[in-house]
């Protein structure tokens, strides 16, 4: 008689972990969506690429005796070239991804944004082509990174 019961609790337990597993599939399939969308994708790379020149910049930031200005110039160029990349991809307002409704309720805002992450990139890129020094780029490397947050504080949906 034990071993009856044993295999309906195993045979519960089983149907228990089966069901979570597959809820869990189907939660990450429905956040996969968004991240498998063409525009969502392109728009999310170009950001991570951005992040990424950001954190080698930031580096030197904080360690200034590590500033290479070919390094920095070449980050900086790339940013300022890529700037106007994900904008185009932010026009299909399913296409949430890690916006917030905001990029399209106040279109406005998210375009002066957009204007101004250019402008400051661009700034940027100019201030490295004849820096020596992180001295010589730092307020500039500061905007980009002001503008940046700026943009994620009121279009970007919060990490939870």
Same mark, same amino acid.
Do not use: I, Y
């Given at each position: ?15 228990? *972990?089966?069901? #979570? +597993?597959?809820?869990?599939?189907? &939660?990450?399939?429905? =956040?996969? $969506? @968004? ?30 005796? *590590?500033?290479? #200005? +070919?390094?920095?110039?070449?980050? &900086?160029?790339?940013? =300022?070239? $890529? @700037? ?77």
């Amino acid at each position: 008689m034990t071993k009856a019961h044993s295999n309906k609790f195993l045979k519960s337990f089983f149907s228990v *972990t089966l069901m #979570a +597993a597959a809820l869990g599939l189907t &939660a990450c399939s429905t =956040a996969n $969506d @968004a991240d498998s969308n063409p525009d969502v994708q392109a728009r999310q790379d170009s950001m991570k690429n951005w992040g990424d020149s950001m954190g080698v910049m930031g580096d030197m930031a904080k360690a200034p005796d *590590t500033f290479d #200005a +070919a390094v920095f110039k070449e980050q &900086a160029a790339f940013m =300022a070239e $890529d @700037a106007s990349t994900p904008w185009s991809h932010f026009e299909d307002a399913e296409a949430k991804g890690n916006a917030t409704e905001a990029v399209w309720s106040n279109a406005d805002g998210f375009s002066a944004e957009a204007e101004n992450f250019q402008k400051v990139t661009a700034e940027l890129n100019a201030a490295a082509q004849t820096a020596t020094s992180m001295d010589d780029v730092k307020p500039a490397f500061g905007q980009v990174g002001a503008s940046c947050k700026s943009c994620h504080t009121d279009f970007r949906a919060k990490d939870e």
